[in-house]
């Protein structure tokens, strides 16, 4: 059985940082698919951060310059890097696995599996 498990959210001030992990079971993150998305209420989910079987990584234009998605592949576990933290990243953030993709990608639909979420709140 799959499962995916977020740590690392929390309230910080605009300007700050934080580091999400998703610590993974029953699949291997090495030469895996895998992706950090993110939803506020009323909106919908959208992705973050992903990084393909190549290792090549996108990011939405939001956070391009300040988020950044790694994997740990001895701890099998995947991160998202987030610093200079604006209130409008506040959020619930999902890491996502297994997109059929040797270059990643930030569409929710194409992801098999899913973790329960992490609220980060940023505060101006």
């Known amino acids: 059985q799959v499962q995916l498990v977020e740590s690392g959210g929390g309230s910080v001030q605009a300007g700050g940082s934080l580091r999400l992990s998703c610590a993974a079971s029953?699949?291997?993150?090495?030469?895996?698919?895998l992706g950090w998305f993110r939803q506020a209420p009323g909106k919908e989910r959208e992705g973050v951060a992903a990084?393909?079987?190549?290792?090549?990584?996108h990011y939405a234009d939001s956070v391009k310059g300040r988020f950044t998605i790694s994997k740990d592949n001895a701890k099998n576990t995947l991160y998202l890097e987030m610093n200079s933290l604006k209130p409008e990243d506040t959020a619930m953030y999902y890491c996502?696995?297994?997109?059929?993709?040797?270059?990643?990608?930030?569409?929710?639909?194409?992801?098999?599996?899913w973790g329960q979420g992490t609220q980060v709140t940023v505060s101006s």
């Open positions: 996502a696995a297994d997109c059929p993709y040797a270059v990643g990608s930030l569409q929710t639909a194409t992801y098999k599996y």
């Open positions: 990084i393909g079987t190549l290792g090549i990584t």
């Open positions: 029953g699949y291997t993150v090495s030469r895996a698919c």
